[in-house]
């Protein structure tokens, strides 16, 4: 049974930053690649960061110089850290890893940016 475990979604002020984790499990294989989504209530799913076995990134422009994603191979897990939040940064933060042709997604973590 395939699971990612997401970890460090919560409430951030205007500015502030925050870190988020998923931990891949149930799989056997290296993971071609891993990366995150984000998606407000009535909008679509929409790209914020991918990375590839070798490091190699891929970033939304809306977050680009302000969010960074790194992976631990023999953890099997992703980040992404998350700098100088804005309050349009706010959704739900889905992780997801991708063992062709198959993805895996997680359960989703709310990130919400206030005052």
């Known amino acids: 049974q395939v699971q990612l475990v997401e970890s460090g979604g919560g409430l951030v002020q205007p500015g502030g930053s925050l870190r988020l984790s998923c931990a891949a499990t149930?799989?056997?294989?290296?993971?071609?690649?891993m990366g995150w989504y984000r998606q407000a209530p009535g909008k679509q799913r929409d790209l914020v960061a991918t990375?590839?076995?070798?490091?190699?990134?891929n970033y939304a422009d809306s977050v680009k110089g302000r969010f960074t994603i790194s992976r631990d191979n023999a953890k099997k897990t992703v980040y992404l850290q998350m700098n100088t939040l804005k309050p349009e940064d706010t959704a739900v933060y889905y992780c997801?890893?991708?063992?062709?042709?198959?993805?895996?997604w997680g359960q989703g973590t709310q990130v919400t940016v206030s005052s």
């Open positions: 990375i590839s076995t070798t490091g190699r990134t």
């Open positions: 997801y890893a991708v063992v062709f042709p198959t993805a895996h």
């Open positions: 149930g799989i056997r294989v290296s993971i071609d690649v």
